[in-house]
């Protein structure tokens, strides 16, 4: 043996999702940005509970849940898509690269302010 062994997990992947593959909304992707919205976790399963504990904490990506919650991005997204259809989470897209501001502009602009002073 050249490592220790990975434990498996105590419940199949397609157990959590309720055998499902897909989730209900295809929006999500690994850099989306979720957020908890209701406090009340009654009803859910433990893995959504858990879900939900993380994303109380602030605003997290996919990546990052799945991540913590140690499920495959593929499950992880099934889950987050009831959270989204039963309205405990919510998410944003992640900012893309090309609609930040452009740095020497901002430099500029504080460059002209500087000078008025």
Request: charged letters at 25%.
């Amino acid at each position: 043996m050249t490592g220790p062994r990975r434990e498996r997990a105590l419940v199949r992947p397609h157990v959590v999702t309720g055998g499902r593959a897909h989730p209900s909304r295809n929006t999500f992707d690994v850099v989306t940005v979720v957020m908890a919205t209701r406090e009340n976790v009654a009803g859910l399963t433990p893995e959504k509970r858990r879900l939900m504990e993380l994303c109380r904490g602030g605003a997290l990506s996919v990546a990052e849940v799945a991540a913590h919650l140690s499920l495959p991005i593929s499950v992880t997204k099934v889950l987050l898509s009831d959270l989204v259809d039963s309205g405990h989470i919510v998410t944003h897209a992640a900012v893309p690269y090309t609609t930040r501001p452009d740095i020497k502009l901002l430099k500029d602009v504080l460059d002209g302010l500087r000078a008025r002073l």
